[in-house]
Each structure stands twice: as C-alpha cells, then as structure tokens.
C-alpha cells in the first residue's frame, strides 16, 4: 500500500460544529509510504478516532478516507485481515495488552500470526528498550512506561506499509522516549513503510516530513 488519503474527512460528532480549525480534518490530504508524520492535537478533537478510522474499527465519520484509491467503506471483513496482517499497523494509546500474559507472551501473540521476528530479534528489543529483565514478567506486574514499550514492540512485530502510533511515549522519560522512537524508524526504515505519529503534548523528537494540526 502506497497511500491514505482523506477527502473532506471528519467525525460524524463534529458535524454540527461551523469554526472547525484543523489541517487534517475537513481537508483533502494524503499520507505516503515512506515518509513520517506528526499529527499534534488538542484533547478532544479526534486524535484516537483518526487511528480508529485508519484502522477499520469505526466508520463514524463523513467523508471519505481510500487506501491506493480504494474507497475503505467498500472493504470487505477478510480484506481487512489481510491489510492488518501485512500491511497496517497500529499501537493503541491504551495499549490494549493482556495483563495474565507476560511481556514475551503479548509480543508474541502478534509474532505467530505473522512469523515475521525470530524471538532472538524480539529480545533484542527488550534489551534495547531496557526491560531485559521483564521478557517473562507478567505484564500485569509492570508499569504502564513498561507497558508502552512491550505495546511498541508487538506493533513493530508484523509487516507494514504504514505504522499508526498513537501516543507512544506519554509515560517515558527521554532516554526511554529516545530508544523506542530508534527501535520503530530503525523497523519503518527497514520495511520502507511510513509511520504516524499522534501526540497532545509530548512526542518522539525526530525529523518529520510534515507535521499536522488537527
């Protein structure tokens, strides 16, 4: 997959509001294999609807959003298993993990569908994101800046064209924001996929090709 694009797309909740202000909302813009983007948004305004909406899981809007020109209302259930298989992912900003599981166990729920890591590769990541000592932790057990990273790592475990991160690093210091963010552009980079970012304050500090306000 190539491209996303949004024409005069917005939230259904919205439709009554005549001072709309935003550069993704109500406007025709297209998002690119490739490159990287920020989306910056007040709380309120519709961050984690647009990953909802990119990701097949809610159709409450107006407008159209298409994937390579193809309208996503006219998607079928099995064609969106195929594009959340191979070609989108998304880390939720409620991370969405299993507590009874362990970190390991999470990462790998997404792994087996795929095939796609070796689990040598998994722990690397574990031990780059300073959590080497938490592969068979429960998660439950674990901090919600620890739970962010294990969430990053099941994203990144898959094949993608386009990478949704939605809140990534809210509970991280900088040191930990600075190696997930070099983890997931070391994986997008590979895969030659694009990554979006969403953030209501802070975000990854990396050299985006647009930033947004939505």
């Known amino acids: 997959m190539e491209t996303i694009r949004l024409d005069h797309t917005f939230p259904e909740v919205f439709a009554k509001q005549n001072d709309l202000q935003s550069e993704v909302w109500q406007q025709d ?3 690119e294999r490739g490159k990287l983007y920020l989306v910056e948004a007040n709380s309120g305004t519709g961050k984690s609807s647009l990953c909802s909406y990119l ?4 159709q409450d809007y ?13 998607l079928r259930m099995s064609d969106w298993t195929r594009l959340r298989q191979r070609h989108l992912s998304l880390m939720f900003q409620e991370l969405r993990l299993f ?13 087996r569908l795929t095939g ?21 932790a429960r998660l439950g057990l674990m901090s919600f800046g620890q739970q962010q990273r294990v969430a990053m790592m099941r994203a990144l475990a898959q094949p993608f064209d386009f990478l949704l991160v939605d809140e990534p690093i809210s509970h991280l210091d ?13 994986e997008a980079t590979r895969q030659g996929a694009a990554v979006i970012v969403t953030s209501i304050g802070k975000h990854m500090e990396l050299h985006y090709d647009k930033i947004l306000k939505l």
């Open 29 to 31: 813009i297209s998002f």
């Open 62 to 74: 107006q407008g159209m959003i298409s994937f390579d020109g193809q309208n996503i209302r006219n």
């Open 174 to 186: 900088d040191q930990n924001s600075r190696a997930m963010a070099d983890i997931m552009i070391e």
């Open 99 to 111: 507590p009874e599981l362990t970190a390991m166990e999470n990462v790998q729920i997404k792994n």
């Open 116 to 136: 796609f890591k070796k689990r040598k590769e998994i722990v690397a990541w574990f031990e780059e994101l300073g959590i080497a000592d938490k592969v068979d």
């Open 55 to 58: 990701y097949g899981y809610r």
